[in-house]
């Protein structure tokens, strides 16, 4: 592809997909990235070529040279949105112009090619219409969408690939959290941070999660859900989770939210500190202490406390640990204010709400 050029996908329906009848008993429970649909989207890059050979075929391995790039220096980013079925068969997704850019910033970080938000958009609708029986119908479930890119010239030098592999797959899913909305009790981690000033945090690259699931294990460990990471610079401050950003709801109606830098700049997040403020909250972007965060949890300034994240949309923090002690936020349920943000984000995902800011993309 050169200039503003749309890509040609080439469509090679997969000659043996899965039964309708074994698609079906995989669909009544398919939890959270477990299974898959028959298909995957495939774009490559090289330098002075450009974006070539979009494709649509049967999901299977992808052969690779031992010297590939990735392998060995991890430029390797992706994303994560969902496809849903809407009331009337159609099926539609949540902001996926916001993670075509987001792609392309976070392949800018990583000094990678950045794909054209054009042909994101395109691999998500072509997928979509072929594996579209894929889609849940039930409740809460949807067609999780994995577009990830990397670093696929055969070269051990160190400097930034000439060639990538863009590469699409969908998994059908369920909640993120087996068990449904429940409260979370999550960890703060006193010795690993997953970002520092001018590192990658604000980038969704693989690295990040590598980094962050030593601390996530300790979490389970700690019999903990998930882990929260404070500032690498004072360890002071709350940045986020291993995959979700973090809100505070105060008595006074203020919500407040790290701000951006070394966090990453999530869709969910934006979208709730925008429905927030349409509801009458007051929302801040501002640094949050845990020192700040225990206080106002034990004087009941703070109420409530959630995550949130394509994955699990918002998720209730009802219980803090970390190493000294514990404490609890409000009384260790799901909070109010928690719950009608999260059900008013839901129905605009859902088509059951109304959109006022155009954030539903209809593809079929
Ligand atoms: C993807 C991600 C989020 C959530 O972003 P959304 O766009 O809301 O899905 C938050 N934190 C990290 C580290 C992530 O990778």
């Known amino acids: 592809m050169s200039g503003g050029d749309k890509l040609d996908f080439e469509i090679r329906p997969n000659p043996q997909p899965v039964a309708a009848a074994e698609r079906a008993t995989l669909l009544t429970n398919p939890g959270f990235g477990?299974?898959?649909?028959?298909?995957m989207v495939t774009i490559?890059?090289?330098?002075?070529?450009?974006?070539?050979?979009?494709?649509?075929?049967?999901?299977?391995?992808?052969?690779?040279?031992?010297?590939?790039?990735?392998?060995?220096?991890?430029?390797?980013?992706?994303?994560?949105?969902?496809?849903?079925?809407?009331?009337?068969?159609?099926?539609?997704?949540?902001?996926?112009?916001?993670?075509?850019?987001?792609?392309?910033?976070s392949a800018k970080r990583m000094a990678m090619a950045p794909l054209p938000p054009q042909a994101f958009l395109d691999s998500l609708r072509h997928l979509i219409e072929i594996d579209r029986e894929w889609i849940p119908d039930t409740e809460g479930g949807s067609l999780y969408l994995r577009p990830f890119m990397y670093g696929s010239e055969v070269f051990l030098g160190v400097r930034p690939a000439t060639e990538y592999l863009y590469v699409l797959i969908a998994s059908p899913v369920e909640s993120y959290f087996s068990g449904g909305v429940k409260p979370l009790t999550v960890w703060v981690s006193p010795d690993y941070t997953r970002a520092a000033p001018g590192g990658t945090g604000a980038a969704k690259c693989g690295g990040n999660y590598a980094t962050s699931l030593i601390a996530k294990a300790e979490a389970v460990a700690q019999g903990c859900d998930d882990v929260v990471f404070l500032d690498a610079v004072q360890r002071r401050?709350?940045?986020?989770?291993?995959?979700?950003?973090?809100?505070?709801?105060?008595?006074?109606?203020?919500?407040?939210?790290?701000?951006?830098?070394?966090?990453?700049?999530?869709?969910?997040?934006?979208?709730?500190?925008?429905?927030?403020?349409?509801?009458?909250?007051?929302?801040?972007?501002?640094?949050?202490?845990?020192?700040?965060?225990r206080a106002d949890a034990a004087s009941g300034r703070l109420r409530e406390v959630f995550a949130c994240g394509t994955a699990a949309v918002i998720t209730p923090i009802g219980q803090v640990r970390f190493p000294d002690g514990e404490f609890t936020i409000g009384d260790g349920e799901a909070g109010e204010t928690t719950m009608r943000i999260r059900q008013t984000l839901v129905d605009i995902q859902r088509g059951r709400g109304a959109d006022p800011h155009g954030w539903v993309h209809r593809v079929l």
Do not use: C
Not at 34 to 39: A, M
């Open 237 to 293: 401050y709350v940045d986020e989770m291993s995959g979700m950003n973090v809100f505070f709801r105060y008595a006074d109606d203020t919500l407040v939210t790290p701000p951006l830098g070394t966090i990453l700049p999530g869709i969910t997040r934006e979208s709730v500190m925008k429905l927030a403020s349409e509801s009458g909250l007051t929302v801040a972007e501002r640094p949050v202490s845990f020192d700040e965060w």
């Open 44 to 105: 490559r890059y090289a330098e002075g070529k450009g974006w070539y050979d979009a494709r649509v075929e049967a999901r299977g391995p992808i052969p690779m040279d031992p010297a590939t790039a990735v392998l060995h220096y991890a430029q390797e980013i992706f994303e994560g949105l969902k496809a849903y079925r809407a009331a009337d068969g159609g099926v539609t997704l949540f902001r996926p112009d916001a993670n075509a850019a987001r792609f392309v910033e």
């Open 34 to 39: 477990r299974i898959f649909t028959d298909h």
